[in-house]
Structure formats: structure tokens, C-alpha cells
């Protein structure tokens, strides 16, 4: 019974995780290819690991002056759709990854993960938002 208790707890531990993680993925994404794209080029990977670093800093700093700044509310939700896409993709594959072993293919997959990839978008513009309201704000 333990162990049953253990494997539950450690699903929902998993499941906070990702998708704390999945409402970051434009700067995970933007480290990469920066990453990428320095290695690439010949650098060492010390190098690379900075230029993915400040790739992934660069992309929330944009996203964040953009909303501290601009007063025009279609490029503020512009900027947050920026966001939130690569987020929508995140949650859609982590939570087609979990039930695609417990439901067969079709509609109704399809249906959760979108709701999924839903959820976790409007998660990462209302953190986002937050997070741009707070630090430019006076």
C-alpha cells in the first residue's frame, strides 16, 4: 500500500515539475539554439553553455521590457502569445506523453492534450505577466 501511496505522490511531484518547466519554454528553447549555434561555430563548450544562458536571459529580458514598456495592449499580448506558444507545444507533448498509454488514439487524446497545452499557455502569460508587472511597475 506504501509503495502504491509513493508511486501517486512521486506522479503528482513529476507533474508539478513539468509543468513548472513547460511554462518556461521559450528561454529553454531560445538556450538552445543559442547554444547550438555557438558550438556550431566552433567554440568550446564553456563558451556555448554562456551563450545559451544569456540566449535564455535575452528572450525573458525582450518579453519583459516589452510589457513594462509598450502601452498598446496588442503588442503587450503579442509579446505574451510569444511566450505562450512554445509553452502550448510543451504542455500538448507532456500531456500526450503521459495519456497516450492509458487512452487510444483519437478524439479524446487529442481533446485532453490540447486542453493541457491550453492550460499550461494561459499559465505562462498570467506568470509572465506577473512577473513583468512586478520588477517595471514603480
Not at 89 to 118: E, F, N
Amino acid at each position: 500500500m506504501s509503495l502504491v501511496l509513493l508511486a501517486i505522490s512521486l506522479s503528482i511531484a513529476l507533474g508539478v515539475l513539468a509543468f513548472r518547466f513547460a511554462v518556461f519554454a521559450l528561454p529553454v528553447m531560445a538556450g538552445i539554439v543559442a547554444f547550438q549555434q555557438v558550438n556550431e561555430g566552433g567554440a568550446g563548450f564553456g563558451l556555448s553553455f554562456l551563450a545559451g544562458l544569456a540566449g535564455a536571459a535575452a528572450s525573458v529580458v525582450l518579453v519583459i521590457a516589452i510589457l513594462g514598456f509598450a502601452r498598446n495592449p496588442f503588442l503587450r499580448l503579442g509579446a505574451l502569445g510569444l511566450f505562450a506558444v512554445p509553452a502550448a507545444v510543451a504542455g500538448y507533448a507532456l500531456a500526450h506523453g503521459i495519456a497516450k498509454h492509458s487512452l487510444d488514439p483519437g478524439v479524446m487524446l487529442t481533446l485532453i492534450c490540447g486542453g493541457c497545452g491550453a492550460v499550461v499557455a494561459v499559465a505562462a502569460m498570467i506568470n509572465l505577466n506577473a512577473l513583468g508587472e512586478g520588477l517595471l511597475d514603480p
